[in-house]
């Protein structure tokens, strides 16, 4: 068996398998080591985000096969006949954006109460999940609840190319931001790797 796969983590919750494959281990080490707040929060808002999909799937009596921690993000493996209507695909869409968004009024509301400023970087991190995930892009929430949308009017070809051009629009939009951020900044490489990782996630899957 190689190394690699070795290192990968596996276990069940609730009869569901979960695996955490070394790369994601390896990602989240990297992150963590650079020390900041913001990304401590970023890491663990993020698996509320996840949360708030997975509960929402299992109160629509669709609970995933498998949830699998990747370099590219969090893969959530469903049922290949789920007898869920297009609107609930968009309510489980929705779920992670909202989980954040509660997270954000709670957070912002103890800050107003006590102006706690570790509160205020929390709210921001959740407001800015919230944001990032519903763009239109394929692999994020937003691209999901366009894709589900057009569908609902177009045939799943035309949704599917529609959100492929979507996408692509903003990953670029994106990989511009992020250079003029690199020039005016020398240093801030933070949207080049997330244009970069967004267009990973376009095209490649790992598997457990």
């Keep these: 068996m190689p190394l690699p796969i070795f290192f ?116 921001c991190v959740n407001l800015i999940l919230m944001t990032f995930n519903l763009l239109p892009v394929k692999g994020l929430d937003g691209g999901k609840v366009l894709y589900y949308f057009i569908s609902k009017f177009f045939s799943f070809k035309a949704a599917n190319i529609i959100l492929s051009c979507s996408s692509a629009v903003f990953i670029l939009l994106l990989f511009l931001y992020g250079g003029y951020l690199l020039l005016t900044t020398r240093r801030n490489f933070t949207m080049l790797i997330i244009a970069l990782m967004l267009s990973l996630s376009m095209f490649s899957k790992e598997e457990c």
């Design 8 to 123: 990968n983590m596996n276990f069940k919750i609730r009869g569901v398998p979960v695996c955490v494959t070394w790369r994601f281990l390896a990602l989240i080490t990297f992150m963590l080591s650079l020390r900041t707040e913001n990304v401590l929060y970023a890491v663990v808002f993020s698996l509320f985000h996840e949360a708030g999909h997975i509960a929402a799937m299992t109160a629509l009596g669709n609970a995933p096969l498998s949830v699998s921690f990747e370099l590219t993000g969090i893969n959530i493996r469903r049922r290949q006949e789920t007898g869920i209507s297009l609107i609930q695909e968009i309510i489980i869409a929705l779920a992670g954006p909202f989980a954040n968004f509660i997270l954000f009024v709670f957070l912002i509301l103890i800050y107003l109460q006590n102006g706690s400023v570790k509160c205020f970087n929390a709210s």
